[in-house]
């Protein structure tokens, strides 16, 4: 495998439901980062990971919650989610933090019933 | 806060035609700005990065722009193919040194239609 993988591809989940969506890059980047992307609305950063540390999150609700046990792998962690948290969400790593061009995967576009 | 507006919010041109897409952003202290393609219910791919000391950069049929004065950036398409109809994302990195990581601020996007 190469680049930015994502599993589930999709997923649809009830709203007392516990998922976990994983991302994984075979870049050898040292960032990592979870946006949302809603429908008629922007891109949305979530969280951004570097060297295992988080150091951004953006106004994330705790009913996601990240987790980054290494380098090359990303968790982002759901329960008890809203619909409105129906999107498409996208995992991306990048070389450096601030420099770094960002490599994207496909999504996991999540369902929330 | 930085915000990012795309223009047009759709396009459909035929093939063979060369168009441009514009992106402008409201704070001109960026690091530099990249230029996404969007294929639908898919991720982005990365068409062309601008760092912010430069004025233009190439790939193929691509040419992106950046006036980083006058807060704008421009995506010329040349000899449009049926191929190119996707979503065309501008995203703008503005960093504040040491309290953001590699933030990027999105447009909405243009989705472009080339027709045979």
């Known amino acids: 495998e190469t680049g930015v993988t994502q599993t589930p591809r999709h997923l649809v989940m009830g709203m007392t439901n516990k998922k976990s969506l994983k991302c994984e890059q075979h870049l050898g980047h040292n960032a990592m980062y979870w946006y949302k992307q809603s429908a008629k609305k922007p891109l949305e950063l979530m969280f951004v990971?570097?060297?295992?540390?988080?150091?951004e999150n953006n106004s994330v609700p705790s009913r996601f919650s990240p987790e980054c046990p290494n380098s090359s792998h990303l968790f982002l962690h759901l329960h008890t989610l809203q619909p409105e948290d129906s999107a498409l969400y996208l995992c991306?790593?990048?070389?450096?933090?601030?420099?770094?061009?960002?490599?994207f995967g496909p999504g996991t576009r999540l369902t929330v019933t | 806060k930085q915000e990012v507006t795309q223009i047009p919010a759709a396009l459909s041109v035929p093939e063979g035609e060369n168009l441009v897409l514009n992106c402008s952003f409201t704070d001109s202290a960026i690091y530099n700005l990249q230029w996404f393609r969007q294929d639908p219910g898919k991720g982005l791919t990365s068409l062309l990065l601008?760092?912010?000391?430069?004025r233009e950069q190439t790939s193929g049929r691509l040419n992106a722009s950046l006036d980083k004065s006058s807060g704008r950036s421009t995506l010329y398409i040349a000899a449009s193919q049926p191929g190119d109809s996707a979503t065309y994302l501008c995203a703008v990195r503005s960093d504040a040194g040491g309290t953001s990581y590699g933030k990027l601020t999105f447009g909405q996007g243009t989705i472009l239609t080339v027709h045979p």
């Open positions: 990971y570097s060297l295992e540390e988080r150091v």
């Open positions: 601008i760092q912010s000391s430069q």
């Open positions: 991306a790593s990048s070389l450096g933090r601030a420099l770094g061009e960002q490599y």
